[in-house]
């Protein structure tokens, strides 16, 4: 009997050194949008030909206590509605003084203002970049954690995102700590991942995904191929139209294909602003010319 067992298992062995392995089944593609503070791609007839329906706009706590933040606001939000975008509105730091963070109380006041003006918008994040220590969220877990709470009660409805996280070492503290004053760690958090992206890396992503647990899902809030950027930062990142490029089919070909917590992708920015400005990862350029990484998003997007 014996014999027989162990000559039926030396059999199955031979067959499965001859079996082929099941080939990896590649994640669905996820949902894919368009970050940008600026309105100008909902009257881009390209934007509209791509049938993007997904977009993201940081907007500071306080802004609709500032006439000039409101109607920009306005512009904005109107645009993003006619385009019947669903907006992925991320809460930060105040434009007027940016030193100040809102008590619990001032959050929760502000954010129903903002649900009474725009009814519409039902996507939040939390904080944008809370673990970012140019950011007065930097040590603040406690706080911003608060700021969660106060979210989902005011809204149940809505999606809220815990927070946006940079992808820097302070990433794995951060998120430690938020889930301690929390109770529990959120299933939906954001990523703005430049910085190993740039560099075709992806150790801090599959960190972050860990502490996330596998129910969690991610969106990737803010990515994109550097172009340009004069922002004096000491961390080096590759940058040019044709790395910018090829970073935009590493986001799409590798990573999302990889890793199935990954729900919603978000490209930083449509189109480029002036020469003036610090930082360009756009699609188009600020003369309205399509560069390469546009052609491989509207590859990604017609299924190529």
């Known amino acids: 009997m014996l014999s027989c067992v162990m000559r039926a298992g030396a059999l199955l062995a031979t067959i499965a050194c001859f079996t082929p392995a099941a080939p990896a089944v590649a994640a669905p593609m996820p949902q894919i949008g368009i970050a940008d503070q600026k309105p100008d791609m909902f009257g881009d007839p390209r934007f509209a030909a791509l049938g993007i329906k997904h977009v993201r706009l940081t907007v500071s706590w306080d802004a609709l206590r500032h006439d000039w933040q409101r109607g920009e606001l306005d512009v904005w939000m109107q645009a993003a509605l006619q385009s019947h975008a669903e907006p992925l509105i991320t809460f930060g730091h105040s434009r007027v003084n940016s030193k100040h963070l809102p008590s619990p109380a001032e959050f929760r006041r502000e954010f129903r203002a903002f649900r009474e003006r725009y009814s519409w918008a039902t996507t939040f994040a939390t904080w944008n970049e809370v673990n970012h220590c140019g950011e007065k969220t930097c040590r603040r877990e406690r706080l911003v954690a608060n700021y969660y709470r106060n979210l989902r009660r005011e809204c149940p409805s809505c999606t809220i995102v815990a927070a946006e996280m940079l992808d820097l070492p302070s990433m794995d503290r951060w998120m430690r700590n938020f889930r301690k004053a929390l109770g529990f760690m959120p299933k939906l958090w954001g990523l703005h991942n430049y910085v190993e992206v740039n560099r075709f890396k992806t150790t801090d992503l599959r960190k972050m ?90 590859r990604v997007l017609r299924g190529g």
């Open 209 to 298: 995904l860990r502490l996330m647990g596998p129910r969690g899902r991610l969106w990737l809030t803010e990515t994109g191929g550097l172009v340009r950027r004069s922002n004096k930062s000491a961390t080096e990142i590759p940058e040019g139209p044709t790395h910018a490029a090829r970073v935009t089919r590493y986001i799409f070909d590798r990573i999302a294909k990889r890793h199935r917590q990954i729900k919603r992708v978000y490209i930083y920015h449509w189109n480029a602003g002036p020469p003036s400005t610090t930082w360009d990862s756009a699609l188009i350029t600020h003369g309205g010319r399509e560069r390469e990484s546009y052609r491989v998003l509207e």
